[in-house]
């Protein structure tokens, strides 16, 4: 690789050094290294599920979501913003989703065993190469029929940028999970460009607030105003409306305020691994 673009950079004369010189070398045949690993991350076990409790406006916890975690044996955590696009460009992300849709369903099933008194519903990310492949509903289908679970205890968080394509299939497909009871959260709503019309259009339950609004909806007015506007749309729309990225006990009012059904953030719980999870559906909860 590294041969490759040095070549190419001096054909191309110096201008092109800083677009495609060493660096960038340096940069690709890390992802490569990154690739490789990853095809054997889950094989050995490095791949896990955390879970970030999702709270009401009376602060009861009604669900988590699933995000994915990797301990690389040398690099130590690889950040998923780092490693699920390798996932998705190299196709890893259907087997990595797929076990991700498996081992949030054996969670659920564990946890409602021991915890029979506790409702919770699980958010899990699904990637639009994931979400695109023809096999999607039958995984889908198969998982819950396997461990005879209600399709409402689980839930799909989609981005508005994967829905954009193919508008009919992804309705279609849609519609097929939401028979099994599946809900459909749209993630980070507001960072993307769709009309209102093609929203309407969607067989969604909920929009989930992006981060970055949430972060300075107390200082920015536009950030208060796009947040209140998501709330109204949403609410006109019957969905739920979910803030992510919460970390303030004075956002975390605002926005209740403001008619916001749901929230998750840092103010009430990291991402956790499940066992520490688990102790926040024990009947004592240890105080936060
Ligand atoms: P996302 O789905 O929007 O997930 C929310 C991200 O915000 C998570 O980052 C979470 O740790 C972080 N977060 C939650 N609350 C707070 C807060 O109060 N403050 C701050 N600063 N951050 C907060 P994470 O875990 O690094 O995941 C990043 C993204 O990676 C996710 O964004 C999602 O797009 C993707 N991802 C994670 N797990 C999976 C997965 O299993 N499958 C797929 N396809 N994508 C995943
Ligand atoms: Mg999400
Ligand atoms: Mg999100
Ligand atoms: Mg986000």
Redesign the pocket.
């Known amino acids: 690789h590294a041969d490759m673009a040095m070549y190419q950079s001096k054909a191309l004369g110096r201008n092109c050094l800083s677009f495609f010189g060493p660096e960038l070398a340096v940069k690709l045949s890390a992802r490569a290294g990154l690739e490789a690993d990853l095809r054997h991350a889950l094989e050995a076990g490095q791949i896990h599920l955390h879970y970030?409790a999702v709270v009401d406006v009376g602060g009861r916890l009604v669900g988590a979501?699933?995000?994915?975690r990797w301990s690389h044996p040398e690099r130590g955590q690889v950040?998923?913003?780092e490693f699920?696009p390798v996932a998705e460009e190299s196709g890893l992300?259907i087997a990595l989703?797929t076990w991700?849709i498996e081992s949030a369903c054996d969670q659920l099933l564990a946890w409602s065993a021991t915890y029979p008194q506790h409702a919770l519903q699980i958010a899990?990310?699904?990637?639009a190469r994931?979400f695109h492949h023809a096999d999607f509903v039958a995984t889908v289908t198969d998982i819950l029929g396997a461990r005879n679970i209600p399709g409402a205890w689980i839930k799909f968080?989609l981005t508005e940028s994967m829905l954009l394509e193919d508008t009919e299939t992804v309705v279609e497909r849609m519609q097929q999970l939401r028979a099994l009871g599946i809900g459909f959260a749209l993630?980070?709503f507001g960072t993307g460009y769709s009309s209102l019309s093609y929203l309407k259009r969607l067989p969604l339950t909920a929009l989930k607030i992006d981060?970055s609004f949430v972060r300075d909806v107390l200082t920015d007015p536009n950030d208060a105003a796009i947040a209140r506007t998501i709330i109204a749309l949403a609410h006109t729309m019957e969905l739920r409306v979910i803030a992510?990225?919460?970390?303030l006990q004075a956002q975390f009012d605002m926005l209740a305020a403001a008619g916001c059904d749901r929230f998750?953030?840092?103010?009430i719980g990291r991402?956790e691994p499940s066992t520490v999870f688990g102790t926040r559906l024990e009947p004592h909860p240890p105080a936060a």
Do not use: T
């Open positions: 970030q979501e699933a995000l994915m950040p998923p913003a699920i992300i989703g991700a899990i990310n699904v990637s994931q968080e993630d980070d981060r992510e990225g919460v970390e998750q953030g840092y103010l991402p």
